[in-house]
């Protein structure tokens, strides 16, 4: 099945940099190659690539010191492969991305991704799952343990499964995490437990009301002046009702003298009714202050039992620094909802271990399915690397991916997946980057990229001349290999052999101009007949003959 890559390099605009002082360059899908003069440049464009890439810019390699370098890449994207990593940081996803990089003369520098600011990290995130470039110096990537994972997971069709895996995984670390967090909270809480029950107990003890303290202090006062207030009492029933000029006689006697002149003017007969009205509430009065008079007693005991209870809640109050008993019924409540919530966070606790412990049960047996299937497309993997190396002229090669369980979980499952490699008869496969040299690495890494590229998606790749040190017939393997992973995807090859030169879809020419002020670079895309020139002269040199030019027309038929 052909994988479509999922991301091209549309054009590429350069402004004011090294020996460009403005270059539009717009590439084609497939296999793009890139060749030119020895110091004509081509190194400058993969320079200028890699600032977008988010690699660090120095002003001294500006065109003209006096404005600014811009580097734009636009790429058109396959796919829905990285609009989560888009929305994940927060950007605009269009099937059209645009990278911008804006380098002041200051050495400042700005980062766009789509017109939005972005900072080089995140310019650096993005670029790299949209351009891929390989040298022969260049070769980490095989080093690296989650490349060697990829290359088996390629093959074993357990994209799906993978997918799911990970999402559990994901979920099991933010459970974990969450169980943490609550065990480090009930902790502390535990070591607050005895005291904040103790503080309850205390208060649900005191078995305070809401009202009492006011009516406790009333009752307080009356019975401390219990002798006063019978005195004062006896006194004022005295002299409303039993003295010969108490209240009552007196209203009595000025009754009678209004009741003599009350036929004569009704505004009269109105004075002694109502003076007749407060002779009864003087008379009620009167006996309102006997009945508190007798009620009222000195009680040594209930007066104790008072006091008490109010010491007991002033020191509740002073305890816990407030000053009402309703401020201690709120704190009392809080505290019963520690309590309880402290019950309730341990029994969360042991649901969440056993949620944990199913999860990691189920974890462990969807990473055992991944493992078989990855044992299942080691052999695969490795002989398709191995016949591909055998193709480009290195018939004694081969590889091995190592597969190793190991005893936790990770975010890929339970494997470890190790590249080992050999070049040479009689050889043990060992680690890749202790046993492989440049020009073995470059062609491991083309082997690998081209299984890669029939079965998951790829960014643009960039080989800048891999080819280095081979010739012949192992070029134009190497070049059928490199035209192979152009059918799939886009590729660009800086090179400088004919036979990979002539393998391309579309042909680029580096070139220099020189004047007596300045040197430029430039670049265009050559047509068949310039291609068969440019091809004919890396054959022979300049001016290149019939016969060079006879093998390019040759070149380029096969």
Excluded at 278 to 300: C, F, G, P, R
Excluded at 367 to 389: F, H, P, W, Y
Aim: hydrophobic residues 40%; charged residues 25%.
């Amino acid at each position: 099945m052909l994988i479509l890559a999922f991301a091209m390099l549309q054009k590429l605009t350069i402004r004011n940099y090294a020996l460009i002082d403005s270059l539009d360059i717009e590439f084609d899908k497939g296999l793009n190659i890139i060749t030119g003069e020895t110091g004509a440049g081509k190194s400058i464009i993969l320079g200028a690539l890699s600032l977008i890439l988010g690699q660090r810019a120095e002003s001294k390699y500006f065109f003209n010191q006096n404005k600014k370098c811009v580097i734009e890449g636009i790429f058109v994207l396959e796919g829905d492969h990285l609009q989560r990593l888009f929305e994940e940081q927060d950007l605009d996803f269009s099937k059209e991305c645009m990278l911008r990089r804006e380098i002041s003369m200051d050495g400042k520098s700005r980062a766009f991704i789509n017109d939005t600011p972005v900072n080089l990290s995140i310019l650096k995130l993005i670029g790299e799952k949209l351009i891929a470039i390989h040298s022969q110096h260049a070769t980490q990537e095989i080093s690296d343990s989650e490349f060697q994972l990829l290359i088996v997971d390629s093959l074993a069709n357990h994209t799906k499964q993978l997918a799911t895996y990970r999402k559990d995984f994901k979920q099991l670390k933010l459970d974990q995490n969450r169980l943490q967090k609550l065990i480090s909270v009930v902790d502390e809480a535990h070591t607050k437990q005895d005291y904040e029950q103790f503080l309850f107990n205390e208060l649900d003890l005191a078995n305070l009301k809401e009202t009492e303290q006011t009516e406790l202090e009333a009752e307080l006062a009356r019975l401390s002046h219990a002798e006063t207030i019978k005195r004062n009492l006896t006194n004022a029933t005295h002299l409303l009702t039993e003295n010969e000029n108490s209240a009552v006689a007196l209203l009595k006697e000025t009754s009678s003298q209004l009741q003599n002149i009350a036929e004569f003017d009704s505004n009269v007969q109105s004075l002694l009714e109502r003076l007749r009205s407060a002779l009864i509430e003087i008379k009620d009065i009167a006996d309102e202050t006997i009945v508190i008079e007798e009620k009222t007693i000195w009680n040594a005991d209930r007066l104790e039992i008072i006091n008490q209870r109010l010491d007991l809640i002033y020191n509740l109050q002073q305890k816990h620094r407030v000053n009402t008993i309703t401020d201690l019924l709120l704190l009392q409540q809080k505290l019963e909802e520690n309590l309880t919530q402290l019950l309730s966070s341990d029994e969360e606790i042991e649901k969440l271990k056993l949620a944990n412990q199913q999860l990691t049960e189920t974890l462990f047996e969807q990473a055992n399915v991944l493992s078989n299937n990855r044992k299942k497309a080691i052999k695969i993997a490795e002989d398709q690397i191995t016949g591909t190396l055998k193709q480009l002229e290195m018939p004694n090669a081969a590889t091995v991916l190592s597969q190793r369980l190991l005893a936790d979980l990770n975010k890929d499952g339970i494997d470890n997946i190790e590249l080992l490699f050999k070049a040479n008869a009689g050889q043990t496969p060992a680690p890749v980057n202790k046993v492989a040299s440049g020009g073995e690495l470059s062609r491991l890494m083309l082997a690998i990229k081209a299984l890669l590229a029939k079965h998951t998606s790829l960014p643009t790749l960039i080989f800048d001349e891999i080819d280095t040190g081979i010739s012949g017939e192992t070029a134009l393997k190497v070049g059928d290999v490199i035209a192979s992973l152009g059918k799939n995807m886009q590729v660009l090859s800086i090179t400088h052999l004919p036979q990979i030169a002539a393998k391309g879809s579309s042909h680029y020419f580096v070139f220099k101009t020189e004047t007596k002020s300045k040197t430029t670079t430039g670049i265009r895309k050559l047509n068949r007949e310039e291609r068969v020139i440019a091809i004919a002269e890396m054959l022979s040199g300049k001016n290149p003959g019939a016969s060079a030019m006879q093998n390019a027309e040759e070149l380029l038929n096969h």
